[in-house]
């Protein structure tokens, strides 16, 4: 069973920094790709990065752009969301995910493999 574990969340006044990480493990854990998704009160989940296996691309939605970075350890079998310049907007749970086939996409239901995910509190 792959197991997928986020850390780092917390609470942070609007301009400052977070680093989640999201550790996977279990038995011969192989993807095509990570991502880290979001999801707020009352709306539905939403596509924040994703990181080919490789780490050579990575994607980003318009909203984070140029404010948070995605990065991995293949090694270490982690990857990070560095999110700099936080605003009030980016409060939500944030969820990594983990890909057998569609490596660097913003869809969901593309991801094998879900965290339980870790909350993220920005306040104004």
């Known amino acids: 069973q792959v197991q997928l574990v986020e850390s780092g969340g917390g609470l942070v006044q609007a301009g400052g920094s977070l680093r989640l990480s999201c550790t996977a493990s279990?038995?011969?854990?192989?993807?095509?790709?990570m991502g880290w998704f979001r999801q707020a009160p009352g709306k539905e989940r939403e596509f924040v990065a994703a990181?080919?296996?490789?780490?050579?691309?990575?994607y980003y939605a318009d909203s984070v752009k140029g404010r948070f970075t995605i990065s991995g350890d293949n090694a270490k079998n982690v990857v990070y969301l560095q999110m700099n310049s936080l605003k009030p907007e980016d409060t939500a749970v944030y969820y990594c995910?983990?890909?057998?086939?569609?490596?660097?996409?913003?869809?969901?239901?593309?991801?094998?493999?879900w965290g339980q995910g870790t909350q993220v509190t920005v306040s104004a």
């Open positions: 279990g038995p011969t854990f192989s993807s095509n790709g």
């Open positions: 995910a983990a890909t057998a086939y569609f490596s660097g996409s913003a869809y969901p239901n593309h991801y094998n493999y």
């Open positions: 990181i080919t296996r490789s780490g050579s691309n990575t």
